[in-house]
């Protein structure tokens, strides 16, 4: 190859630099916007997991106070009990729940205790589904209503 | 080809591969950062709702905070109930998974009263934007909530009783 033929293969390399440089780009965009539907998940772990809790306020089968009417909101502090809660709350297996009732007192019941146990291993959210929602809550002790607050915990394994 | 040519064409492949690795690193990036994570955060009204309405027939001595609002308003003194206010809430909502909490009431959309945590919320992004970079850094984003009874003053004045609060999702 004489020297004027060797110029050429090299300059004609450079000019094609850009070329391609401008095709990987198309390329790339196109990628990207085939790409751009197809990765979309949808939570329901969580959703799950806040049904499940406002059923504890809501249900009179968990703690809903009932004087006649169902009171959401209202705590019945007789059903603030294992027996009764694990009556109420018919999960599956996966979830474990950790329930705080603070006045000035606190009171703890957990729900699948084996689960709840992991409640500490929520920072790996590859394995595990973590809420915890604190509501404000008014307790009916007998004939007295005082104010406290009700922690619920939970605990999914994905 | 000379052996100097070659290696010009050698560092040039090179510079090439480079930059072709990096645009569809980027865009690969790009593309994550838009994935659209479904979920579906207003079932959690129900929990406001539920702080809202407990706070408003949380018992005083004779009375409950719905008539300390209504007295308030008629005195033109929000001190005691701003300081309920701050007690109650401050103890539902705190730093870490909520930091963010605002209860206002209004009449014919004038505010009466507003009160307001005083948590550090800057940290968080206001949103789960899937084309705000920020979540590059960070899962963490904070979901606002808001929910609003209307009740109605001995006057027959309506006014608008409305809870907010932001948590950590």
Redesign the interface.
């Given at each position: 190859m004489n020297k004027k033929a060797q110029f050429e293969t090299s300059h004609e390399l450079i000019i094609w630099i850009p070329r391609i440089i401008a095709l990987v780009i198309v390329a790339g965009i196109v990628f990207f916007l085939i790409t751009l539907p197809v990765k979309q998940s949808f939570e329901i772990d969580k959703l799950q997991e806040t049904i499940l809790r406002q059923r504890f306020l809501y249900s009179e089968n968990c703690l809903a106070h009932n004087d006649g009417k169902v009171n959401s909101g209202i705590i019945d502090k007789s059903k603030f009990n294992q027996k009764n809660l694990d009556k109420c709350f018919e999960a599956n297996d996966k979830i474990g729940v950790n329930l705080n009732l603070i006045t000035d007192k606190i009171e703890t019941i957990n729900l699948n205790q084996k689960i709840a146990e992991k409640l500490d291993f929520c920072f790996d959210k590859k394995h595990f589904t973590c809420t915890n929602y604190t509501y404000y809550v008014l307790i009916q002790d007998e004939k007295k209503l005082e104010s406290g607050l009700l922690n619920v915990a939970m605990i999914k394994i994905k | 080809?000379?052996k100097g040519?070659s290696a010009?064409?050698f560092v040039?492949s090179l510079i090439?591969l480079a930059?072709?690795i990096t645009?569809?690193y980027a865009?690969f990036l790009?593309?994550?950062v838009?994935?659209?994570?479904?979920?579906?955060n207003q079932?959690?009204l129900?929990?406001v709702n539920?702080?809202l309405?407990?706070?408003l027939?949380?018992?005083l001595n004779t009375t409950t905070v719905y008539d300390l609002m209504i007295n308030s308003y008629y005195n033109n003194d929000y001190r005691e109930l701003e300081t309920l206010s701050e007690n109650?809430?401050n103890?539902?909502?705190?730093n870490e998974?909520?930091p963010l909490w605002n209860i206002k009431g209004e009449i014919n959309n004038e505010k009466f009263f507003e009160f307001e945590s005083k948590f550090d919320a800057r940290k968080y992004t206001l949103s789960q934007n899937p084309r705000n970079f920020l979540r590059i850094f960070t899962?963490d984003y904070l979901a606002t909530r808001s929910s609003s009874f209307d009740i109605v003053f001995p006057d027959n004045k309506k006014a608008k009783i409305t809870l907010l609060e932001g948590?950590v999702e």
């Amino acid at each position: 190859m004489n020297k004027k033929a060797q110029f050429e293969t090299s300059h004609e390399l450079i000019i094609w630099i850009p070329r391609i440089i401008a095709l990987v780009i198309v390329a790339g965009i196109v990628f990207f916007l085939i790409t751009l539907p197809v990765k979309q998940s949808f939570e329901i772990d969580k959703l799950q997991e806040t049904i499940l809790r406002q059923r504890f306020l809501y249900s009179e089968n968990c703690l809903a106070h009932n004087d006649g009417k169902v009171n959401s909101g209202i705590i019945d502090k007789s059903k603030f009990n294992q027996k009764n809660l694990d009556k109420c709350f018919e999960a599956n297996d996966k979830i474990g729940v950790n329930l705080n009732l603070i006045t000035d007192k606190i009171e703890t019941i957990n729900l699948n205790q084996k689960i709840a146990e992991k409640l500490d291993f929520c920072f790996d959210k590859k394995h595990f589904t973590c809420t915890n929602y604190t509501y404000y809550v008014l307790i009916q002790d007998e004939k007295k209503l005082e104010s406290g607050l009700l922690n619920v915990a939970m605990i999914k394994i994905k | 080809m000379k052996k100097g040519e070659s290696a010009i064409t050698f560092v040039f492949s090179l510079i090439f591969l480079a930059i072709v690795i990096t645009i569809f690193y980027a865009l690969f990036l790009l593309s994550s950062v838009n994935k659209a994570n479904f979920s579906i955060n207003q079932v959690s009204l129900s929990d406001v709702n539920i702080n809202l309405i407990n706070y408003l027939r949380t018992p005083l001595n004779t009375t409950t905070v719905y008539d300390l609002m209504i007295n308030s308003y008629y005195n033109n003194d929000y001190r005691e109930l701003e300081t309920l206010s701050e007690n109650i809430f401050n103890r539902v909502y705190d730093n870490e998974r909520c930091p963010l909490w605002n209860i206002k009431g209004e009449i014919n959309n004038e505010k009466f009263f507003e009160f307001e945590s005083k948590f550090d919320a800057r940290k968080y992004t206001l949103s789960q934007n899937p084309r705000n970079f920020l979540r590059i850094f960070t899962d963490d984003y904070l979901a606002t909530r808001s929910s609003s009874f209307d009740i109605v003053f001995p006057d027959n004045k309506k006014a608008k009783i409305t809870l907010l609060e932001g948590c950590v999702e």
